[in-house]
Structure formats: C-alpha cells, structure tokens
C-alpha cells in the first residue's frame, strides 16, 4: 500500500485544521479534555478521510462502517472531524457543552447524528462493538466496525470480558484501536496500573495484533487496510500516541487529561498549530 | 423561626461556599488519624474525590485499583472482611452505580463495614453531560438492606458525616457533589446518623430535603413569610434509616409535605417519606426531584432551573399541598 505524498499532505493539514477546532472548542466551552483529543487527531482523520464508508448526507446509510468511540471523554476530536467532514455546521462547534446544545459533554446518541452510540463511562464501547459486529458477520454485511478505546479503559472488567467474546466469535470484522498515551488521570498507566504487555494480553485472548506510530499516516491507513484482510480473527491496533500532540507545553503531560486551555494557553496553542503550515511532524517516541 | 445553630449569615451576600467532597477530603485525614484501621481505595480519581490528603499522609493506608469500579467495591470488602474500615471513592454514577451488584452481595448481604464515597452526583457536575450526572443512585442504594444513606446538605456536614460513619460497623453511602455549595451550618449544628434536623421552625406546611436543595427550601420557607405561610424546613441528611419520628411529628403538626431532592423524583428521598408516611399517617406529600429524565451538559444552576429544582418551584409545591390541605391563604 503507498499514499501519495500529495495525500498525505492533505490529511496532515486536515489533522492540523481539527487540532485548531479542538482547542477553540475547548476554550469556549470552559471545561473538557485536552489531551486524548489532540493526540487522537491524526487517527480520526485518516478514518473519516480515507478509511471509513460512510455517508454524511445519510448518516443512517444501512452499509456504512461503525464507528463507536468508547472513551467518549475525547469526543471534541469526533465532532470536529465530523464537522469537517460535513456532518453539521462548523460554527456549531462553539456550542460544545452548552445547555441545549447537540454536543454533549460527553457524546450521545440520540443528539447527534453521526454518533453510534453514548459514552463517558470507560470500559463500554468494545462490548456494542461486538454485539455490531457479531450481527454483521451472521447477517454477512459488508459493512466493519471499529471500536476507538482508551488505555486507561483497558483497567476495567467489561473490556476484557468483549476481549474474550471477541476472541470466542472470531469477529474479523471488527477493528479495535487502542489510544496508547500512557496517561490516566492519576499519573502514568503503568504506575496507577501496568497494563503490559498489553499485545500479548490481547495475542492470549485470540487477537490479532498491530502496533504502530498514531502520528504517522501511512502507518494508521495500513494498518486498518491490513486488519480487513486478516480472517477468523478480530485485530487490535496499539496506537502509541502522544497525548497533547502538537501542542508543545500540553505533550505528554498527564494534567492535561482533562482541562481546557484558559485564553493565554489557547492563543499560544493556536499560534503553535498555525506556524506549523498545516504538517505535523510524525512523531518520534518509543 | 430559623434554627440558631446555622450560620448567621446564610442569606448575605459573600455566603460562604465550599464543596462537600472537600469536607469529605478533611474529614477522612481526621478519621485515618482516629483509627489506623481506615484504609482508603480509590478508581482513577484521587484528586478529584479528594483523596489525595489522604494518600499523602497515610501511603500504606492508600489503594489504587485503577479504572475498576467493580474490582473497587469487591476489594474493599475483602478488606473489610479481615478487620478494615475501607472508604471507597469515585463519582456516583460508577460507584455505587456500574457495581451495584458487588455491593449488594460483597458489602451488604456480607454485611461488611465498607463506606461508599459517591462523589460529582446530581446535576451539579454540569457540562460533562448526563452520563456523568448521578440522578439514580440514592434510590440503588436506599433498596438494599443493611445499607446506610447519607446525603448531606454542605461540606461541614460532609465532613461530619464522614467522622461518624468510620465508626459505624455498616455499610453505608455517602453522596457528595463536586461543585462549591453554601455552608449553611456551623460547627455547633448538630449531626448525628439517622436524625433529621429542624433547620427552620413553622406551622403549615413542611419542606423536607437533603443535599444542597436544603438551602432552596430555606429560600423559598423566607419568601413565603411575607404571604404569611409558615414553613417548616427538615434537613433530612440521613435518606436511610429515615427519622421516623420528626417526619410523623411534621406530619402531624403541618398536615402537608414537600419533599425536595436533586435525583430522580422515583426512588429517592422523597419516595422514601411517602412510603412510610402512607401507612402511618397519610397527608398530601409533593414530591419534587428530576421527573423522569436525563440531565444534559449546561452549568449547575442553569441546570437546577430547568430540571425544576428552584426555590420557585418549592413555592409551588408548597402551594400546592396548601391547597390539597384545603386551606385558606394569601396569593
Ligand atoms: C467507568 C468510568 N470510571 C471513571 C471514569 C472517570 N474517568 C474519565 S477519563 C478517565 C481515565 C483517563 O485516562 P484515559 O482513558 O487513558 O484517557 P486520556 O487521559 O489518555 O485521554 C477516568 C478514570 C469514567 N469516565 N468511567
Ligand atoms: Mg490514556
């Protein structure tokens, strides 16, 4: 698989343009999560931009993939790319957690269209993707499902409880991705609690599992193209991401979880985003 | 007549507010120092549920378990089981709402000696939405026996309560909001588990409420004094065991009851007045709370507005039950 360079470039100026919504949204509203969105931007771009079938004249088109973000707390990311990607008005943005407004704090369903499902609450998003995917293998639709998660996510009971389920149906229709930031609200993942290795947890379980660099399209585009082609199992993708991603004082800091810029932050962030042209460097981590 | 133990300046401007989980973050330090034997777990959310004294202080005394409300409630039982008094804290909607079932069978049927620190309930936690607003959770945990409910209406009764239930050998639950409320009692205001307070004298009517509604119906108890209505106003913190006697003795001397809560109205405080008062002494009861709905994102006031839970609309219950008591007024 190759992207043109053209392509690409035009999915990093779109990840840029979404990064600049999100802080502006988030300054507006006053309150919400800064770091996941960010860091989450450069995967939603290239799945509502290249990866994904889906329709935003027809948001209910019978045939279109699932998406079901289950750490609905990054949900500035969603709506900013479904704003882009012509599902609603773009001004409409402004309105995120406002009384009355479409944009939850936390997403739901029966608000907006374009949304699968509602979440906030951690640990959910894998189960409803099974259940989706399960109805769709046995109906023999075309149409996959991809469930976005969170590390921290991965603490709780009912994640691992789909992990099995998925393992035990071989839904290889379903694409699981793992926003791999290694923050939580209080502290580090592997301190609050160690995850790894998270891969061979998921290997154990009858996955098939991925591991790429989240700021790298090629690498995001590749990997969903590779876990369409892999049967009898579902796939997980491990996306190491930097958290604040873009933003050189929110980046990898785990007080960014879940606080918005105040006027001062949020002008230095937007400066920042706009000097970068419209690219974003991949980034370089471990 | 207003009770002379509150704070003197509960209606000025410059109130004092503080937020109950901080009473609760005080209150738990001067518990762990009370008894070595208070042990404190928390699911993600130390800073948050104000927990972090707690840990710092007391690091060997101090739990993590992660994003695992579940794991959280098992665990502090099994704690509980060999001699500790666990606190286990996250925001009510997960705990006690996502492991109601640990906790009926782990902490109440065992009947261990765990504390359940619900914090962020009710429609205070404002923009993060209705997934994040606690509306159901006194009514999950006032149904199971041997459960003890607490909703307390500021920080310093907060911090009371928190004192009061390390020593109880019960499971109990205490609902704490995140947002800063008025502090409208004193040190000297008493609080004791299972005993509801007088917080403004009257004759014609009675507005029993926890949380921070307590202070709605004191605003609303003021203004009807100028229609010459007398209200009387219980702060009725412990939901479970319910103080049988002060409600029957309102009952009997103001013939009519508005309850007021920032929950569903099924389930909750008021549910749990009109149980015991239609078998023992049935009179109008008006129970306001959220009718039926999910919240959504707004702030905290604009939400208490629009979900009904004013001081405007504890009037109009109030005049409602007057009307239902057949009696004559003004306006
Ligand atoms: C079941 C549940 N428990 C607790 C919370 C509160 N909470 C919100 S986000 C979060 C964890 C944050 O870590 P992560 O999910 O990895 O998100 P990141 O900060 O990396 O975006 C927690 C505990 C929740 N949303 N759901
Ligand atoms: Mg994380």
Redesign the interface.
């Known amino acids: 698989m190759s992207l043109s360079a053209q392509k690409i470039a035009e999915l990093e100026a779109k990840a840029t343009f979404i990064r600049e919504d999100i802080i502006t949204m988030l300054y507006q509203a006053g309150s919400g999560h800064s770091a996941g969105p960010l860091g989450m931007a450069d995967i939603f771009t290239a799945l509502y931009f290249h990866i994904l079938r889906h329709n935003c004249k027809n948001p209910q088109w019978q045939d279109r993939d699932r998406l079901v973000l289950s750490n609905g707390h990054i949900c500035p990311v969603l709506y900013a790319t479904l704003a882009h990607a012509g599902y609603f008005p773009h001004h409409e943005l402004l309105t995120l957690r406002k009384l009355g407004s479409r944009l939850q704090g936390h997403p739901h369903r029966g608000s907006l269209l374009g949304l699968e499902t509602t979440s906030g609450p951690l640990g959910l998003g894998l189960s409803q993707s099974s259940g989706m995917a399960l109805a769709g293998l046995r109906d023999e639709a075309k149409w996959r499902v991809v469930c976005l998660m969170s590390d921290a996510e991965q603490d709780c009971g009912n994640v691992w409880e789909a992990v099995l389920f998925a393992g035990k149906y071989k839904l290889h229709n379903l694409t699981a991705l793992i926003d791999r930031n290694n923050i939580q609200i209080d502290g580090f993942t592997e301190d609050v609690m160690p995850l790894e290795p998270l891969k061979e947890k998921y290997e154990a379980f009858g996955w098939h599992v991925l591991e790429i660099d989240g700021h790298n399209f090629e690498a995001i585009i590749g990997s969903f193209e590779e876990a369409k082609a892999i049967f009898e199992k579902p796939t997980l993708i491990i996306a190491h991401t930097i958290p604040g991603k873009g933003v050189d004082f929110m980046e990898n800091d785990f007080q960014w979880h879940g606080k918005p810029p105040d006027k001062e932050e949020a002008r230095k962030a937007l400066k920042e985003l706009r000097s970068l042209q419209g690219k974003i460097q991949p980034g370089h981590h471990d | 007549m207003i009770n002379t133990k509150l704070n003197p300046k509960l209606f000025d401007e410059d109130m004092e507010m503080v937020s109950m989980r901080e009473g609760f973050g005080e209150g738990l330090v001067m518990a762990g120092e009370e008894n070595p034997q208070v042990v404190v777990l928390?699911a993600?959310?130390?800073?948050?549920t104000k927990v972090e004294a707690f840990a710092q202080k007391f690091p060997q005394r101090f739990v993590?378990?992660?994003?695992?409300e579940?794991?959280l409630a098992a665990v502090a039982s099994g704690l509980a089981a060999v001699g500790k008094i666990p606190f286990m804290t996250s925001y009510a909607?997960?705990s006690p709402g996502?492991n109601w079932e640990q906790i009926r069978t782990t902490i109440c049927y065992n009947n261990q000696s765990v504390k359940i620190i619900g914090s962020h309930a009710g429609l205070n936690v404002?923009?993060?939405?209705?997934?994040?607003q606690a509306l159901e959770d006194v009514a999950l945990m006032r149904v199971l026996p041997n459960m003890v409910v607490i909703s307390p209406c500021d920080s310093l009764e907060a911090k009371k309560a928190t004192l009061e239930i390390a020593k109880l050998k019960r499971p109990c639950y205490l609902r704490l909001l995140r947002d800063k409320t008025v502090v409208m009692t004193t040190k000297d205001t008493p609080f004791k588990i299972g005993q509801a307070e007088v917080f403004q004298e009257g004759q014609d009517v009675t507005v029993i409420a926890c949380g921070q509604m307590v202070y709605q119906a004191l605003l609303a108890a003021r203004q009807l004094q100028e229609s010459n209505i007398s209200v009387r106003v219980i702060n009725c913190s412990t939901i479970k065991p319910l103080d049988k006697k002060a409600i029957l003795k309102a009952a009997e001397e103001t013939g009519g009851i508005v309850t007021v809560e920032e929950h569903q109205a099924a389930g909750g405080l008021g549910s749990a007045v009109a149980e015991f008062l239609s078998g023992q002494y049935p009179i109008p009861v008006k129970i306001i709370g959220v009718e039926d709905k999910f919240g959504?994102?707004?702030?905290g006031a604009?939400?208490l507005e629009?979900y009904g839970l004013t001081g405007k609309e504890i009037i109009k219950g109030i005049l409602t039950v007057l009307r239902m008591k057949g009696k004559h007024f003004n306006g």
């Open positions: 928390t993600d959310l130390e800073e948050s993590e378990v992660g994003v695992a579940q794991n909607v997960f996502r404002g923009a993060d939405g209705a997934t994040h959504q994102s707004g702030e604009e939400l629009k």
